[in-house]
Structure formats: C-alpha cells, structure tokens
C-alpha cells in the first residue's frame, strides 16, 4: 500500500534552517508529484510547492520563493524539503502529499512534522 | 492566486442531521475541486474530488456538487466521526489554494 513516512519533530532557533524528509513506499516513486503543505496551530492548509522525482524539477509558491528548496533521492525514494531563515511564524506541520492515480488531487499524505522555531 | 471562501465558519449539528457546506472560489476552476476532512491531530483525509467523485472507501452519505465557482459537500446523515473540519481545495492550477475551513461540531 501507498505510504509516505516523515521524519520526526524539530525544534528550531530563528535564523535557522530545518530539512524534513518524506520517504515514499508502495509505488513507483518516479510516477507521481510530490507536494508540500503546511499548517500553522489552529490555521488551514497552505500549498508550499511541488517536485517531479522524475527530474527533480520544482515550482515554489510565491510566498516562500528563495527560502524553501525541495530535493529528492531516488535511490531512497525520498524527498525532501528545507526551508531556511527560519522565523516564529514557520512553526507548523508540514505534511507531504502524493497525487492521485486519477490526476493532480492530494489524496496519500504522510503523517505530518511538526516544526517548531523558538528562540 | 485563487482564493477559496467556506461558509459557513461553523456548523452545530446533530448527529443524523443533514449538512451542507459551500464553498467558493474567486474564479472558475472548472470541476477541478476537492473536499477533505481533518480530524484533529490527523492528516487530511481526500473525500471528494472532481467536484463530484467519491474518494477510494468513502461512505455514500459524502456528496460534492458543483462547477465554476460554486461548490457544496453534503454529508446526508451524520455520524459521530463526521464531525471534524472540512476544507475545500482547487487544483486547476499552480498554486493550489485551500478554503479556511467549515468546523462541523456537535449541538
């Protein structure tokens, strides 16, 4: 079965950077985008960007453009993403989603990190 | 970007109640529009998509309806594990856009 596994909790100074991971498993993992959302405490759902493992090519939401890169490895099945210059306000769950085989809609996510910067 | 509006913020329902949810969005994003349901400390779980389709293991009691801008889920009869948040998404283009969110809560 589809799965996508995230790395643990992270606790973050400002300034910083942090890299969560997200390991796929169930499927061939060049065959569909990866997406990358997040969610502040108590606040909706925000699209933060999207990687083709096949190339590893990206498009960045406007928001976070020069501060978030997102990677993958294909030899782990793994993609990743860091976002860097850390402030209060990036404290969230980041999940990664994978589309669906019926087309671009979110429909496997992994479990959710939960980032958390505080000096 | 596209925004999407929920209304309404809240709904306290019943259980066995029928509940409809709207949502927005400021420009046509064709059918190209899906309703999740976020219990909390989970991840978001894809109910409908296409506006329209049932997700994979979804009960019947889910519908979504609608096209261009104006959609609705409805949950025809609720049940306990029902009440959660419900987001609407489009995903006619980059990048994707969520609604705030409906809380459906118990009366």
């Known amino acids: 079965q589809v799965q996508l596994v995230q790395s643990g909790a992270e606790v973050k100074k400002p300034g910083a950077s942090v890299k969560v991971s997200c390991k796929a498993s169930?499927?061939?993992?060049?065959?569909?985008?990866i997406h990358w959302v997040r969610q502040a405490p108590g606040q909706g759902l925000e699209w933060m960007g999207i990687?083709?493992?096949?190339?590893?090519?990206?498009s960045y939401a406007q928001k976070y453009q020069g501060r978030v890169t997102m990677t993958r490895d294909t030899s782990t099945s793994t993609v990743y993403m860091e976002l860097s210059s850390l402030r209060s306000e990036d404290t969230a769950v980041y999940y990664c989603t994978r589309e669906a085989i019926y087309g671009p809609v979110p429909e496997y996510w992994g479990q959710g990190t939960l980032v958390t910067v505080s000096s | 970007d596209i925004v999407m509006t929920q209304s309404p913020a809240t709904l306290s329902m019943s259980p066995g109640e029928r509940a409809t949810l709207s949502c927005r969005a400021s420009?046509?994003?064709?059918?190209?529009l899906a309703w999740f349901q976020q219990q909390a400390g989970q991840a978001p779980r894809l109910l409908i998509y296409?506006?329209?389709t049932r997700a994979t293991g979804i009960p019947a009691r889910f519908s979504g309806s609608g096209s261009g801008t104006e959609f609705t889920l409805t949950i025809g009869s609720l049940q306990s594990e029902d009440f959660a948040i419900y987001y609407c998404?489009?995903?006619?283009?980059?990048?994707?856009?969520f609604g705030q969110g409906t809380k459906v809560e118990i009366k």
């Open positions: 296409g506006a329209s």
């Open positions: 998404q489009h995903y006619n283009n980059w990048p994707w856009t």
């Open positions: 990687i083709n493992p096949t190339g590893g090519s990206t």
């Open positions: 420009q046509s994003v064709s059918s190209n």
């Open positions: 169930g499927y061939t993992f060049t065959s569909y985008y």
